[in-house]
């Protein structure tokens, strides 16, 4: 194994080593740089949102060795990034012993960069022995207030909950926020756009600034598991919503936007036009999708591997008997991966993510699209 030098560059607009789109420009191709684990299927919340939801569950199962887990990281040369993911990872403390440290601090001696997905909820001490070896702090804002976190953590719950304990959480995951932004701890919270959502989205931008994150992720709502039945945005719904938050962002704080619905190689004019805008503004940037462009996800329970935690595509092998890199190549060579991985390097898009795809532009064919416009590092023109 060659080591990368543990002297990694700063996360900002111009590197997010979770884009895909570096190696696809530098390589040619797709290259596995990025394993994602589910550490946990626990939770204290069951959100209305929540794309794993259904595999939530009540009592933990055994995991894999974190032996095992590093030994298949080990086997990937083109490794550049780890993401935990859950259920809730810090929920269980034995999990964050035995499999989150461990791994964060593997990551940490081989210059990997790490994210951990967080609901933030729980007391602060619980993400301090940890938090110095993580690069991205990820967590889900997707409230005006607490008796928006009520109404939406609590959806799926199956009980009453007392709203002033869902108070308190919520009151927890500001505060939290908020001390470990002021500790230097790169916070990123995501917002899903849903008809709810869309109409608050620059307050909830605001409070995204007030806590001091450094990034704010906004990705369309993903029709799965619990979210399966909410009503997603049409399409102009959403385009309107992300007009309305450029025009009213925070200038210092960097937004990301995620698996987004529009192309370059739309017919629609104002589609182009957004697609334009978004690459002009500075502290604004358009990640490709990276699940199934250099992403892989590992469930710790079933060594199950798949393209994503969510969706409903099969496991695509299995850990205990797999390469990750192997595995990889097997999905690049299917007729499902074949639909989506269209590229246009001119137009800085790498084709849609399946869900949206599915979700917006079922009859689309986007290996026949062309692109109509060309952006360049904050300037573009029109191709047709």
Same mark, same amino acid.
């Given at each position: 194994?060659?080591?990368?030098?543990?002297?990694?560059?700063?996360?900002?607009?111009?590197?997010?080593?979770?884009?895909?789109?570096?190696?696809?420009?530098?390589?040619?191709?797709?290259?596995?740089?990025?394993?994602?684990?589910?550490?946990?299927?626990?939770?204290?919340?069951?959100?209305?949102?929540?794309?794993?939801?259904?595999?939530?569950?009540?009592?933990?199962?055994?995991?894999?060795?974190?032996?095992?887990?590093?030994?298949?990281?080990?086997?990937?040369?083109?490794?550049?990034?780890?993401?935990?993911?859950?259920?809730?990872?810090?929920?269980?403390?034995?999990?964050?012993?035995?499999?989150?440290?461990?791994?964060?601090?593997?990551?940490?001696?081989?210059?990997?960069?790490?994210?951990?997905?967080?609901?933030?909820?729980?007391?602060?001490?619980?993400?301090?022995?940890?938090?110095?070896?993580?690069?991205?702090?990820?967590?889900?804002?997707?409230?005006?207030?607490?008796?928006?976190?009520?109404?939406?953590?609590?959806?799926?719950?199956?009980?009453?909950?007392?709203?002033?304990?869902?108070?308190?959480?919520?009151?927890?995951?500001?505060?939290?926020?908020?001390?470990?932004?002021?500790?230097?701890?790169?916070?990123?919270?995501?917002?899903?756009?849903?008809?709810?959502?869309?109409?608050?989205?620059?307050?909830?931008?605001?409070?995204?600034?007030?806590?001091?994150?450094?990034?704010? &992720? #906004? %990705?369309?709502?993903?029709?799965?598991?619990?979210?399966?039945?909410?009503? @997603? /945005?049409?399409?102009?719904? !959403?385009?309107?919503?992300?007009?309305?938050?450029?025009?009213?962002?925070?200038?210092?704080?960097?937004?990301?936007?995620?698996?987004?619905?529009?192309?370059?190689?739309?017919?629609?004019?104002?589609?182009?036009?957004?697609?334009?805008?978004?690459?002009?503004?500075?502290?604004?940037?358009?990640?490709?999708?990276?699940?199934?462009?250099?992403?892989?996800?590992?469930?710790?329970?079933?060594?199950?591997?798949?393209?994503?935690?969510?969706?409903?595509?099969?496991?695509?092998?299995?850990?205990?008997?797999?390469?990750?890199?192997?595995?990889?190549?097997?999905?690049?060579?299917?007729?499902?991966?074949? &639909? #989506? %991985?269209?590229?246009?390097?001119?137009?800085?898009?790498?084709?849609?993510? @399946? /869900?949206?795809?599915?979700? !917006?532009?079922?009859?689309?064919?986007?290996?026949?699209?062309?692109?109509?416009?060309?952006?360049?590092?904050?300037?573009?023109?029109?191709?047709?």
């Amino acid at each position: 194994m060659i080591r990368m030098t543990n002297e990694k560059k700063e996360l900002t607009p111009d590197w997010d080593p979770w884009d895909p789109w570096y190696t696809r420009v530098e390589k040619g191709r797709y290259e596995l740089t990025s394993v994602e684990f589910t550490v946990t299927q626990l939770c204290n919340l069951r959100c209305e949102h929540c794309a794993v939801g259904e595999e939530l569950v009540e009592r933990e199962g055994i995991p894999i060795p974190v032996e095992q887990l590093i030994a298949a990281l080990e086997e990937i040369d083109t490794l550049q990034t780890v993401s935990i993911t859950g259920g809730e990872p810090v929920l269980n403390p034995k999990v964050v012993q035995n499999t989150i440290q461990p791994l964060l601090k593997y990551c940490k001696e081989r210059g990997i960069y790490t994210q951990l997905n967080s609901n933030l909820t729980l007391p602060l001490y619980r993400y301090l022995d940890w938090i110095d070896d993580l690069d991205v702090l990820h967590i889900s804002y997707n409230y005006r207030d607490e008796k928006d976190f009520y109404r939406m953590a609590f959806k799926n719950f199956g009980k009453e909950i007392n709203p002033k304990v869902a108070d308190r959480l919520y009151e927890q995951m500001i505060d939290n926020a908020r001390e470990l932004s002021k500790r230097g701890v790169f916070v990123s919270a995501e917002s899903l756009l849903s008809p709810f959502t869309a109409k608050y989205i620059e307050k909830m931008h605001q409070t995204v600034a007030e806590m001091g994150c450094k990034r704010h &992720e #906004v %990705h369309p709502l993903y029709p799965s598991d619990f979210a399966k039945n909410m009503e @997603l /945005l049409s399409l102009d719904e !959403y385009r309107e919503a992300v007009w309305k938050l450029l025009d009213h962002r925070h200038p210092d704080v960097w937004i990301l936007f995620g698996t987004l619905p529009f192309y370059p190689c739309s017919d629609r004019k104002e589609d182009r036009e957004l697609w334009r805008r978004l690459h002009q503004e500075d502290n604004v940037t358009v990640r490709q999708d990276p699940d199934g462009r250099n992403r892989l996800n590992v469930n710790v329970f079933t060594g199950d591997v798949i393209v994503t935690d969510f969706g409903d595509v099969p496991p695509l092998g299995n850990i205990h008997r797999d390469r990750l890199s192997d595995v990889f190549e097997r999905w690049l060579n299917s007729p499902v991966a074949k &639909e #989506v %991985h269209c590229f246009c390097k001119e137009a800085r898009c790498a084709g849609p993510n @399946l /869900l949206v795809k599915n979700a !917006y532009y079922p009859r689309w064919d986007f290996q026949t699209r062309q692109a109509k416009i060309r952006v360049d590092h904050r300037e573009s023109s029109d191709l047709l």
